[in-house]
Each structure stands twice: as C-alpha cells, then as structure tokens.
C-alpha cells in the first residue's frame, strides 16, 4: 500500500511539475511540435495515474493543491475533479478557485486537457457557477476550438465583460464569419470587449485595425493581427513609431519583412539585443546557426540574469537564454552571400514567401514562435481561424485530421 501512495504521489508531483514546463515550453524558442508532443505524452501518463487510482489518487491531487496556492499545483486536481462526474470533488474545486482565484489557470488548463467525451459536462457544470466559472469554461474550449456555437451565444448574453469578451474572442479564434456581426456591435462597447471583437474582426477579415491600433503596443495579440493585416509600409511606421527596440525586433518577424534585416544585423551588436536579433534574423532568413558557421562568443556586457549570490537583486531569468550568440562578422558574411535571393517582396519566413503551405511546414517543423506566426499567417490568408498551437498536442494532430486547413 505505501509503495502505491507513493507512486501515486509521484503522478501527482509530476503531472503539475510537466504542466508548469510546459506552460514555459509553448512560449519559448526551444521547443517544437514533437517535442512538445513527448512532453504532453508525459503529463497524460501521470494524469491517468492518478485516474487509475480513483480516490487515493484524488487525495493526493487535493494534498498538492493544499500544499502551494499556485496554478501548477492546482492542475492536477482541477482535472480529477472535472474529468470524473462527482460533486464532492467539483465542490472542492469550486471551493479552492473562489478561495484563491490565483489557481484559475489551472481550471480552464483543466478543460483544454480532458477528453472530448468528458469536455461538455464538464463545461455545463462549470458554467453553473457564473463569473469566474463561466469564463474557464469558455476559455479551456477555446483554447483546444471545442467551442458548440451555443456556449458563445451565452457567453454574449453574460452580464460579465470578462466573459462577453471571452465569447468575441472565440469567434474569430475559431473561425465563426456567421457571428462577427457580434463584434461589430461591441466595437463602442466597454474597452475589454472592444479590443477583443476588433482582434476577431481583424484577423478573420482584417476589419477594425483602428481599434487594434489603440492597444497594440501593450497586447501581443492584437499586434500579430494588425502587423499582418496592415500594409507593410504603415506597418513599418507604426513599429517605428511606437514600439521599443525588443518589440520592433519581433514585429519584423510577425511582418515576415525581410526589409528589416539591416537593423537586425545593427542589433548584434548590441548585448542586451543580439540574441532575440539573432533569432529574428534566423527567423526571416533560414539561416541555421550551427549549419551555417554562425555561432559566436557572449559579448561584453551580456546580462544573463540571476546569479547564486544571495546578494543579486536580479530576480528575473533572461528571456533570451535558451538562444544561442551569434558572430555578428559572420553574420554580416552570409547575408552579402545570400541577400539577392532573400530579400523578396512580399512576405518571407525561413527564407521562403509566405504562403499557405510553407506555413503549414512550419506548423509541423518549426519551433513554437514560428508555429505562433505561421498559424496566424494561415488565418491571414484564409480569412479562418487561428489553430491552436498552444493545445495539447493530440489535440492538434485531431484538428488537422478533420480537416482545419481544408
């Protein structure tokens, strides 16, 4: 028996464990579909653990979620008590999101990962709570485009605009053209719904970029919207204009301009810069560090975050750690090498136009970033919704079997 609890204490442990990686993992530059793939493949492992093991494993789930009043020790009983119908497990639930609505991530992470024979009950349960239910349950739909149409029709009529805005949201990330008279009438509406119906209007049918405008500097989403759908001179101003060194660097990736490689290039030798320069240039050009020859030393007055040093009062990791230094000569080398042949008009991505199915390569090949921009490339140029490469990745693989891309 005790060896038992502990292995299932170990699936408990591991599940939040993997899923806070994870939650990193989407959002970095180390990571791919595959990869992400084998990282999902683990976590469902350790969730089925704990399934099997019914209520000791529930116990456990409840112990870790007492333990931290974090998000990632909250997963694994979020799913435990959604994924099983029994309500002294979805009263627990309840009961720690409303007494710490910190864990709330966890909840709507919760309905993105459970089956899809589990995922309407489970919704229609929470959407019985109101408020901050009703919005998990929307988003965890959402975020996996399970979306049935009726939930976003009563997510319209909530009193919250937290969740009205939810509801916009989804119409555009799932593609719903019959719904974004929606959105239109919401553009005068409270700020939160505004920016979400002008997100939906614009990335479905690059209406209301005015509005995206107002927020871009400071939402990335809008961003990616306006910067594809705006024409490539005002959105080279706009960038100028508006946004800081960092930022501009990543917009000429959501831009695929291969116009801004010159002041990538400016930008390696820039120690705070050159790195995220580094991959934007690799990004628009295909160039490949390790292949190409192009790797290179820290340059002086590189900061790489926190030491050991109980006296640094650096608390934050650098964004850029996972990337590699590039040799700014060498750099300089290949591109007068292969500038002719790049520097294309239009859109470019590794090195190749952007069309519909080179960005669908880089959704099965590329690294997250570049899956983030190809799928709103896709939207772009289908006038459809925006795939999810953040979901699970069997989800992923069963939206593309039912044809998203047709």
């Known amino acids: 028996m005790a060896v038992a609890m502990d292995i299932l204490a170990e699936h408990a442990e591991e599940a939040s464990f993997l899923w806070h990686l994870r939650e990193t993992a989407v959002a970095g530059t180390a990571h791919d579909h595959e990869s992400l793939a084998d990282l999902d493949d683990r976590i469902l492992a350790h969730l089925d653990g704990l399934l099997i093991g019914d209520e000791r494993g529930w116990a456990h789930g409840m112990a870790l979620q007492a333990s931290q009043p974090r998000p990632a020790e909250a997963f694994p009983m979020a799913w435990l008590a959604l994924v099983v119908d029994a309500p002294d497990r979805r009263n627990a639930l309840r009961a720690a999101l409303e007494g710490n609505p910190a864990v709330a991530p966890a909840v709507v992470a919760a309905v993105a990962w459970l089956p899809d024979s589990a995922r309407a009950a489970a919704v229609a349960w929470l959407w019985t709570w109101g408020g901050v239910g009703r919005l998990a349950a929307l988003d965890g739909s959402v975020a996996v485009r399970g979306v049935d149409p009726g939930l976003i029709q009563a997510a319209l009529a909530d009193p919250s605009p937290a969740v009205r805005a939810g509801a916009l949201r989804a119409i555009g990330a799932c593609g719903r053209h019959e719904s974004l008279d929606h959105c239109r009438r919401h553009l005068d509406a409270d700020p939160v719904e505004r920016a979400a119906a002008a997100w939906s209007l614009g990335l479905l049918e690059g209406q209301a970029l005015d509005h995206l405008e107002a927020v871009a500097k400071h939402d990335a989403a809008s961003r990616a919207v306006l910067l594809r759908r705006t024409p490539a001179a005002r959105a080279r101003a706009w960038c100028a204009a508006v946004l800081g060194p960092r930022d501009e660097i990543t917009a000429a990736v959501e831009r695929a301009d291969s116009t801004a490689v010159e002041r990538l290039l400016d930008a390696l030798d820039d120690p705070l810069l050159a790195r995220h320069a580094g991959w934007a240039f690799s990004a628009l050009s295909g160039a490949e560090a390790a292949r190409d020859g192009l790797l290179g030393q820290p340059l002086p007055g590189a900061d790489d975050g926190p030491s050991d040093d109980p006296a640094d009062p650096r608390v934050d990791l650098d964004a850029d750690r ?21 520097t294309i008009e239009g859109r470019v991505l590794v090195g190749q136009p952007v069309t519909a199915e080179s960005c669908r390569r880089l959704l099965d090949g590329g690294a997250q970033p570049l899956r983030r921009c190809a799928a709103y490339e896709i939207a772009a140029l289908a006038g459809g919704g925006l795939f999810p490469v953040d979901a699970p990745a069997h989800r992923q693989r069963r939206l593309k079997e039912d044809g998203w891309f047709r």
């Open 322 to 342: 996972d990337l590699p230094w590039l040799d700014p000569a060498r750099v300089r080398v290949w591109w007068t090498r292969h500038q002719a042949r790049l």
